[in-house]
């Protein structure tokens, strides 16, 4: 499978934008870029996903790079509940064949934490 | 439309008893997954299933857990002779699909197994 590779860890302000980042060198044609997020003690939570063009959702938007090697998970304005630990996951095409392409692979992810 | 649910929301045992664990997906949703948390650690994929079958169980251990989505009914994550290093959060999701990249997962508020 495909590797992303995230930050540890940022911090923001409330009601200032977030960027995001995710490195996927190894991503390959069919690839789509998924984004979950973990709030503390709840399960996971779909935030957005693309594959070649920007694209944008109530939650957030998802800025991808020309030549798809990374992304970039965008909060317009950071409120006190977006503090999570967000996760960018790579999921295999329509061709991806075997089992891989129904689980999820999360690495380990950004904490975001947001101060008032 | 109610959400993927998960019970008991929390799960004590004593070493050496089982641990079921059970999830209903959203309603529609024909494709399971388990994930595990341990404690300190990622989200850790188990198993998937479809109504009746086991699609994918690379992340079972090899022993002691087993996982069944019966025709009628919730899916149920068992553990038998439980050990402490099964204590963690145990999460399921449910999609209605599987096999297209831009399918999305929902996950329930998991269930945290204490063994003591």
């Known amino acids: 499978d495909a590797k992303t590779t995230q930050p540890n860890s940022m911090e923001s302000n409330e009601e200032e934008p977030v960027h995001l980042p995710c490195n996927h060198s190894t991503i390959s044609g069919t690839d789509y870029i998924h984004w979950y997020r973990q709030l503390p003690s709840q399960g996971p939570e779909y935030v957005i996903h693309?594959?070649?063009s920007n694209v944008n959702n109530r939650m957030a938007s998802l800025a991808i790079a020309e030549d798809r090697k990374s992304s970039t998970l965008i909060l317009h304005r950071a409120t006190l509940r977006d503090a999570a630990v967000y996760y960018c996951i790579l999921r295999g095409g329509p061709n991806a064949g075997g089992t891989s392409y129904g689980k999820l692979t999360f690495g380990q992810g950004t904490i975001l934490t947001v101060h008032p | 439309n109610a959400g993927v649910m998960q019970n008991p929301r929390h799960l004590v045992r004593r070493r050496g008893q089982e641990a079921r664990l059970r999830c209903s997906p959203m309603?529609?949703?024909?494709?399971v997954y388990w994930y595990r948390q341990l404690p300190e650690e990622g989200l850790k994929f188990m198993v998937y299933?479809?109504?009746?079958?086991?699609?994918?169980e690379s992340g079972m251990p090899k022993e002691r857990f087993s996982a069944e989505f019966p025709k009628e009914g919730p899916s149920i994550l068992r553990i038998q002779q439980v050990v402490r290093g099964d204590s963690a959060a145990y999460f399921c999701?449910?999609?209605?699909?599987?096999?297209?990249?831009?399918?999305?997962?929902?996950f329930g508020a998991g269930t945290r197994l204490s063994v003591l």
């Open positions: 693309g594959l070649t």
């Open positions: 999701a449910s999609s209605p699909a599987a096999t297209w990249a831009k399918n999305i997962q929902y």
């Open positions: 299933l479809q109504k009746e079958n086991i699609i994918d």
């Open positions: 309603k529609g949703h024909s494709h």
